[in-house]
């Protein structure tokens, strides 16, 4: 089990705002900032979201992340196909000293 | 091109090690933490290590402490996972991951993945 808590899956039609939850406490969300990193079937996870909220570059704008106490939020508004793949949140654990990864969400485009 | 290249990976048995190597390259090395993360097969991320651009600042997961050592050599702009004491849990397709600071540290996050070596434990 994960120190961090996704649901194992998430689903919308094309043009739909879905969004990811990450459930942590104290000790990691509720003290650090979150990461978001999706990643393709057979390819290295992508940074999606850094710093909670901030987008690196390349990545659309319909995507957007937040954090509030000890959950974060993965958005994607204007569900594309291509958006169809797995999610992970990640955040510094200060009890475990070191980088924690959600269970990763399967999102599936209907 | 900025990229990593892990190697290393193969079949080994129970209680045997590995060493695994990523090699650097687009980027200066010795400026960045480095870490290694693994995926079972079908399964999640699981961060296992990761190193400070000088060697000052070293973790481990608690699943790998006291069997894996991380290293690196910023001469030959490359990291190294020697895993000792390989159990089936271990098997894994192995991440490099380029931090984007120097030092590890709560604010931190992965700019760079490695495509990956796969290590699998078996008799």
């Known amino acids: 089990q994960s120190v961090l808590t996704q649901p194992p899956s998430a689903s919308g039609t094309p043009g739909q705002r879905v969004t990811i939850s990450c459930s942590g406490s104290s000790s990691n969300i509720g003290s650090n900032t979150v990461n978001w990193y999706q990643q393709l079937p057979g390819t290295a996870p992508k940074l999606l979201i850094y710093?909670?909220?901030q987008r690196p570059s390349g990545v659309p704008d319909r995507i957007s992340g937040s954090k509030s106490g000890t959950s974060a939020s993965l958005a994607i508004s204007g569900l594309q196909s291509e958006d169809e793949t797995d999610y992970y949140c990640a955040v510094w654990d200060d009890s475990l000293n070191g980088p924690v990864f959600g269970g990763g969400t399967k999102l599936t485009v209907l | 091109e900025v990229q990593l290249v892990e190697s290393g990976g193969g079949l080994v048995q129970p209680g045997r090690s590995l060493r695994l190597s990523c090699a650097a390259s687009g980027f200066t090395f010795n400026e960045f933490a480095m870490h290694w993360v693994r995926q079972a097969p079908g399964k999640g991320l699981e961060w296992v290590s990761g190193?400070?651009?000088?060697?000052?600042?070293?973790g481990y997961a608690d699943s790998v402490k006291g069997r894996f050592t991380i290293s690196r050599d910023n001469a030959k702009n490359s990291l190294y996972l020697q895993m000792n004491s390989l159990g089936a849990e271990d098997t894994a397709l192995y991440y490099c991951?380029?931090?984007?600071?120097?030092?590890?540290?709560?604010?931190?996050?992965?700019?760079?993945w490695g495509r990956g070596t796969l290590v699998t434990v078996s008799s």
């Open positions: 190193i400070s651009w000088n060697r000052g600042s070293i």
């Open positions: 710093s909670s909220n």
């Open positions: 991951a380029k931090d984007y600071r120097r030092w590890l540290h709560p604010n931190w996050y992965f700019d760079l």
